[in-house]
C-alpha cells in the first residue's frame, strides 16, 4: 500500500536532526507504547525456549480445544497444544516472516533504487520499469505464484513478500537519490573530486535513511499481516511449527465452538501491528520538519 | 493534454511486456499441471497427451510464449483450460461484481475516513486525535478473513440482519444487491479506510502548516472556514493517490474477501485460476488487472491536474 | 473402539420429520457403517408438495456439463439431476435399472440392454438403441473423452432393434456394470451433442433425459436447473421447480449460510462442525457413508520406502483409532484396506493394522535402521489433512522415525505423484462403487503413468487384480479381494488410515432426501415443506 512520505531537507547536520527526531518520537504519547510491544515481543521471540510455559509441539488428542483456565492460559489447540507457548513460538517466526521479508524489500529494492537514481538513462529506466511490472501484479497473487514456486515453508514466505515489497523501496530510495545529489553541496563534493560511491556513502545513505525506517516499520507490519493471508491461501508454514497467522488460519473453522484458539494469535498479530504502525507514525511525524509545532 | 496521455500510454508499453514475460515465466515455473490437475481422477494417459497436445503444452516454453504473444497483439487472450471460455468472457462475467464492490469498499472508506482525519488533524495530538488514529487501525491489524469471519458471525448469523454469502446485482435487485455487498464491502472499507484516515491526517496537518492558511487564520478565519475553503482541498491530493493506487489493488486483491463471501469476482477467478494452473486464463487476467493498475494510475495523475492546476505545468 | 461389533442404529425420524439414515445425531458409532443400510427408510408421512426453488452450496464450481470430457467429481452432483445412466445404484450399491429396463450376459463376453420405451432427451428427440450406441462410441473416439479407459472393455455395440442394445467385449469385465452407474453410462442427446460441439461443456440444454432440466450456469455464482415436466417415470417426483447450486468455497461460510437458510442443502460438513451442527434445531445432519478410502502412498521405487521392513515400520507406528479419534472425531472408521465398509467386498474379518511400537522397532531393525529413519511426507494444504500430518508426525517421532511435512497445493500434488517425486504422499480417493474401482487401477503393475504412484509391481497382485475382473461371481470376488487386502497390509503400497463419513447437512424443511454412498445427491423425490 502507498503511503506518501515527504523528504525531509538535511538542514542542519545529520547528527543533530538524529538527536532531534528521537526526542519527538518519545514526545509523541503513543510511541511508548509501541515501543514497548516491539520490545516485548522481540523479548518473546528471544527468550521462547524459557518463558513458554509448554512445549509448543507436544499433543494432547484426549484434551483438545480445551478452554482457557489456569493450566493453559489461552486454552488448547485441535491437536490438544497449548495455545499460549504456540504464541510465544510462534513470535519468531511471524517476526522473522515480518522483518526477513523487508530486510530482503529493503536491500534489493534500496540497491536497485540507488542504481536507478545514481545511474540515470537506460539503467534507470530499465530498472524502474521492472519495478512498475512487479507493482502492477496483484500483490497476493504474485506472492502466492512465488510461493509455489519456491516451495512452501517459512522460507518461501519471506522471499515472496519480499519480491512484493522491493519496489516499493526502490520508487523511495530513487526519490531520494535524486532529491539529495540534486542539492549544492552534493554538486559541490563532486566538484571536489569526490567518487560516485563516497556521495552515496556519506550524504545520500544518512539522509535516505529515515524515510526508509518508517516505510519499513509499517511494511513490517502487514508483511506480518500478508503471512497470514498466504497461510488461508494455503502458503504456508511447514508444521507443526506455526507463524500467528497460521495459527489464525488453522483455527478459523472453530470460530464458533472455539474462539480460543483465534484469539490468541489474533491478538498478538494486533497488537503488534498496531505497535509497528504507533511507532512508525511517530518517526515519521518527528521527522517531518513542517509538522514541528 | 493529449500528448502528455500519449507519452504516458507508449511508456508502458515495456512494463506490460515485462508482466506477460513476468507472468508466464512464473505460472510455468509453479509445479503442476493444468490436466493432471483438472483430470484428478483418471488415469487415461493417452486422453491427457491428447489434451496437451491440443492445448500446446507439449511444444517448448518458448514457442508457447511467441503463441501466446502472436494472438494477444491480436486481441486474442484466449481460452481458459477448465472452463474452456475464453478468457475475456471469465473476466467479462466477473468484472462488474468486483467494480461494484471496489465502489462500495470506497465509498465505505471514505465515509469513514474523511471525517476522523479531519478531525484527526485538526485536534492534534488531542484524545480525539489519538482515539481516531487507533480507531482507524483497525481494519488493517486484523487478516481480513478474520475480519470477514467476525462481521459474518456477528451480522449474518447471531444478528441476522445480513446475508452471508452469495452475490446479488445491484443493477437488477438494488436493495438486495447492496445487502448482498455489504459485508463484503464493509471488510475491505475497514482496511482501505484505515489507509485513507492516515493519508488524509497527514496531508491535512502538512496543508494546515501552509504560509497561506496561517494568512487566513490571520484573517480571522474560524477553524472550520479554513478547514473547507483552503486546506482540504489540497489535502485530498494525495488521498486521491492513494484511492487511485488502491482501485487496482481492490479489484484484482480483493481475493479473500470474494473467496469467503462466494462473490464471483475478479480476485477469487485468478487465484482459483492459479490453483487449476488454468495457464491462458492466469496470464491474460493477470495482464488485465495490471492494464487496470496502470490506466488508474494515469488517470490519478490526470485527476492531479484537475484539482491542483499548479501541477499540470510541471 | 470394535469396528465388528453389531450396533443397531436407531433411525431418528423424529426431528422434524426428516429421514434420518444409517447413523443418528449424537455420537457416532463407526460400528454404524456396518448396520444394515436401507434400514429406517420411512419417510415421515407427509404428502410431497410441488415447487419450490431449492438451493445447494457446493465447495467448488462444476468444470464441464459434458458428461463425457469430465474429469472431476463435482460434475457428478450435477449430472445425477439432469444426466442418467443406464443402470443406477441403490443404497446398497446394488445395480437397478435405469434408462435400461433390464439386462442379460448371455456370455462374459456379451452385455445386452433392453431400453426403457417412450424416453425423450430434453431436447424432444427418442433415446433408443442408436443414441447408446452414438455415446459409447463418443466417449470411445472423441480425443478428449475421458471415459475412454472406463469404456475400455467395450470392443463395438450392435443395435439389435430399437430398444435392444448388445455390448460386445474384449475382455470379461466384472466392474462394467457398476461402472456404468456412473458418467460412462450418462446418455447425452446425440442432436444436441453433434450440433453444439464444443459448446456442450458450458450449456446441457436439451442434452439429457433426467427429471431436471439445464436452465443456466452463471460460472463462479450459481448453475440453475428447473423441473422437467415431461419426465418419464410418473412415480414420485420431480417435485421441485428449481435448484440452483452455488459454490461457497469456505466451509465455515457455507455452515453459516446453511444455518441462516440462505441455502438448503450442503454437500459435506467437516469432521469439526459435525457435532455442533447435529446440536443445532435448524439443520438436519446426515451421515452418508462413502466409498472413499484415505491413505498414504509409499513409493516403492526409491528409498526409504523399496525397503518393505521399513514400510511396515512406518504402519506399525501409526494409530489408526487415535487419528480417527483425535483428527477425524470418529466420522468414519479406520481402514483396513482400500475397500470401503459399504461396498458388499469390505471384509470385516480383517482387522486394520493396530499400533504396535516393539514390533515397529524390531522391523525398523530388520530394515537396517534400528535407530530410526527421516523421510518426507507430502500432503495438501487443507487444515485436516495439516492436522493429521501433525498428529502422525508425533505418532512416528515416538517409534524414532522423524517426518519431514511438505505442505502443497492439490496441482503440485498430482504431480509430484504421477512423477513418483515423493517418499509418502496423502492419496484421498473418492471411491467407485465397484472395489475394483478402489483397487486395479493403484495396485495393478502400469508402465507409464498411473494412479499407481507407489510403483508397486507384484505378479501375485496382479494376478488377483486381473482374475477378479474376469470372475463374475460376486462370492468369488469377494474372497479374491480379502486375499488382496491382506497381501496389500503386508506389501504396504499404501499405509490406509480411513473410510471416511461424508455428512451432508439440510434445512429441516428439506424432505425426501435417498442417500447413496457414492455421495451424489439425487434430487428426484426431494421436495420442500
Known sequence: MATILVAPAPSRSVRDRRWGTLRR??????????????????????????????????????????????????????????????????????????????VIAVLVGGVLGLVAGYAGGGVDNLVMRLMDAVLSFPPLVLALALGAVLGAGLTGVVIALGVVYTPTFARLMRGQVLAITAREYVDAARALGVPGWRIAWTHVLPNATAPIVVQASLSVAFAILAEASLSFLGLGIQPPGASWGSMINAGRGYLQQAPWIVFGPGAALFVTVVGLNFVGDAIRDALDPRLRV | MGLLILRRLVATIPVLLLVTAGVFALIHLTPGDPIDAMMAESVDDSVKRELRRDLGLDRPLYLQYATWMGRLLQGDLGRSIRNREPVIENVGHRIKPSLQLAGLAMAISLLVATPIGILSAARRNSAVDRVGTTFALFGICMPNFLIALLLIFVFGVTLRWLPISGYVDPLE?????????????????????????????????????EDYIRTARAKGLSDGAVIRRHALKNA??????????????????????????????????????????????????????????????????????????????? | MAANQPDQTPTDISRRGFLQWALASGAVAPAALLAPRGAGRAWAQETPKKGGTLRVGFYIEAATMDPH???????????????????????????????????????????????????????????????????????????????????????????????????????????????????????????????????LERNAKGAGTGPFV?????????????????????????????????????????????????????????????????????????????????????????????????????????????IVKGVWLNVGVPANGPIPP????????????????????????????????????????????????????????????????????????????????????????????????????????????????????????????????????????????SQLTRILQDELPMVFIIHPIEPKAFSPRVQGYDPIPDGMMRFKDVWLK
Do not use: C
Open chain 3, 69 to 199: 470430457l469430465s474429469g472431476s467429481k463435482i460434475d457428478r452432483q450435477v449430472y445425477h439431476n439432469i444426466y442418467e445412466p443406464l443402470v443406477v445404484l441403490d443404497a446398497n450399491l446394488g445395480i437397478k435399472p435405469g434408462l435400461a429396463e433390464s439386462w442379460q450376459q448371455p456370455d462374459p463376453k456379451t452385455l445386452v440392454f433392453k431400453l426403457r420405451r417412450g424416453v425423450k432427451f430434453h431436447d424432444g428427440t427418442d433415446f433408443n438403441a442408436e443414441a447408446v450406441k452414438f455415446n459409447f462410441n463418443r466417449m470411445k473416439t472423441e480425443p478428449k473423452s475421458v471415459r475412454k479407459g472406463e469404456v475400455a472393455s467395450i470392443d463395438t455395440v450392435d443395435v439389435v432393434d430399437a430398444s435392444t442394445v448388445k455390448l460386445n467385449l474384449k475382455r470379461p469385465d466384472a466392474a462394467l456394470l457398476a461402472t456404468l452407474t456412473d458418467r460412462a453410462g450418462m446418455m447425452v442427446s446425440p442432436k444436441t451433442a453433434q450440433e453444439r460441439g464444443a459448446e
Open chain 1, 25 to 102: 518520537a518519545a514526545r509523541a504519547r503513543l510511541a511508548p507504547f509501541g515501543a514497548a510491544v516491539m520490545l516485548l515481543a522481540v523479548a518473546a521471540a528471544v527468550l521462547a525456549p524459557v518463558v513458554a510455559p509448554y512445549d509448543p509441539l507436544k499433543q494432547n488428542l484426549d484434551n483438545t480445544l480445551a478452554r482457557p483456565d489456569r493450566t493453559h492460559l489461552m486454552g488448547t489447540d485441535n491437536v490438544g497444544r497449548d495455545v499460549l507457548s504456540r504464541v510465544i513460538w510462534g513470535t519468531r517466526v511471524s517476526l522473522v516472516a515480518g522483518f526477513g521479508s523487508v
Open chain 2, 173 to 209: 435487485e438494488p436493495w438486495d444487491g447492496l445487502r448482498s455487498l455489504a459485508l463484503p464491502a464493509i471488510t475491505l472499507g475497514l482496511a482501505l479506510a484505515a489507509v485513507i484516515t492516515r493519508t488524509l491526517r497527514s496531508s491535512m496537518l502538512e496543508a494546515l502548516s
Open chain 3, 342 to 481: 459399504t461396498s458388499w467386498a469390505y471384509d470385516r474379518s480383517i482387522p486394520f493394522i493396530k499400533r504396535d511400537l516393539a514390533k515397529a522397532k524390531a522391523k525398523l531393525a530388520e530394515g537396517g535402521k534400528p535407530g530410526g529413519f527421516a523421510f518426507t511426507m507430502t500432503t495438501n494444504n487443507i487444515p485436516i489433512n495439516v492436522q493429521e500430518a501433525e498428529v502422525i508426525q508425533a505418532q512416528l517421532a515416538e517409534a524414532g522415525i522423524t517426518v519431514k511435512i511438505k505442505l502443497v497445493d492439490s496441482a503440485t500434488l498430482i504431480s509430484d505423484g504421477n512423477g513418483k517425486n515423493f517418499e509418502m504422499i496423502s492419496y484421498q480417493w473418492s471411491g467407485r462403487p465397484d472395489p475394483d474401482g478402489n483397487t486395479y487401477q493403484f495396485y495393478r503393475t502400469t508402465p507409464g503413468t498411473s494412479l499407481n504412484w507407489s510403483g508397486i509391481s507384484n505378479p501375485q497382485i496382479d494376478a488377483l487384480l486381473d482374475k477378479s475382473r474376469e470372475v463374475a461371481s460376486q462370492a468369488e470376488r469377494k474372497k479374491l479381494f
Open chain 2, 236 to 314: 485530498l491530493i494525495p488521498v486521491v493517490t492513494v484511492l487511485g493506487l488502491q482501485l487496482g489493488t481492490l479489484i484484482g486483491g480483493a481475493v479473500i474477501t470474494e473467496y469467503v463471501f462466494a462473490l464471483p469476482g475478479v480476485g477469487r477467478l485468478v487465484v482459483d485460476a492459479v490453483f487449476a494452473r488454468d495457464y491462458p486464463l492466469v496470464q491474460g487476467v493477470v495482464l488485465l488487472i495490471a492494464v487496470g493498475f496502470i490506466v488508474s494510475n494515469l488517470a490519478v495523475d490526470l485527476l492531479y491536474g484537475w484539482i491542483d492546476p499548479r501541477i499540470r505545468h510541471r
Open chain 3, 214 to 322: 439445464f436452465v443456466e450456469w452463471v460460472k463462479d455464482d450459481h448453475l440453475l436447473i428447473r423441473r422437467n415436466d415431461a419426465y418419464w417415470n410418473k412415480q414420485g417426483g420431480p417435485y421441485l421447480e428449481q435448484i440452483r447450486y452455488r459454490p461457497i468455497p469456505d466451509d465455515t461460510v457455507k455452515l453459516q449460510s446453511l444455518q441462516a437458510g440462505e441455502i438448503h442443502v450442503m454437500d459435506y460438513v467437516q469432521p469439526r462442525d459435525v457435532a455442533g451442527v447435529k446440536a443445532d434445531k435448524n439443520v438436519v445432519v446426515l451421515d452418508v457413508p462413502s466409498l472413499a478410502d484415505f491413505a498414504y502412498q509409499l513409493n516403492h521405487t526409491r528409498p526409504p520406502f523399496d525397503n518393505k521392513a521399513l514400510r511396515q515400520a512406518v504402519a506399525l507406528s501409526l494409530d489408526l483409532e487415535q
